[in-house]
Nanobody, 114 residues
Framework: QVQLVESGGGLVQAGGSLRLSCVVS????????MGWYRQAPGKQRELVAT???????NYTDSVKGRFTISRDNAKKTVYLQMNSLKPEDTAVYYC????????WGQGTQVTVSS
């Protein structure tokens, strides 16, 4: 059974920073793409950032220059460093892994106050 466990969410003031972590456990030895999605109240889930097995990254335009995705394959962990946070970044953030099936975490709440 595969489990993805996120941590690092919380409440922060605008301009602040948070670092999300997602640890993958279970019968997976290698990963393809890993990434983060988010869903704000009343909105559809949207892609935030992805990172390939070779380290190629992709970001949605609204977070470019502020968020950084990284991964540690040995630790089966993907990270999302979020700087210069804005109130519009408020959402539940979900970890996502393709290995080769897609797996999702349970989500972690990020709230940015103005």
């Amino acid at each position: 059974q595969v489990q993805l466990v996120e941590s690092g969410g919380g409440l922060v003031q605008a301009g602040g920073s948070l670092r999300l972590s997602c640890v993958v456990s279970g019968s997976i030895s290698s990963f393809n793409n890993m990434g983060w999605y988010r869903q704000a109240p009343g909105k559809q889930r949207e892609l935030v950032a992805t990172i390939s097995s070779r380290g190629t990254t992709n970001y949605t335009d609204s977070v470019k220059g502020r968020f950084t995705i990284s991964r540690d394959n040995a630790k089966k962990t993907v990270y999302l460093q979020m700087n210069s946070l804005k109130p519009e970044d408020t959402a539940v953030y979900y970890c996502w892994v393709v290995a080769p099936s897609a797996y999702w975490g349970q989500g972690t709440q990020v709230t940015v106050s103005s």
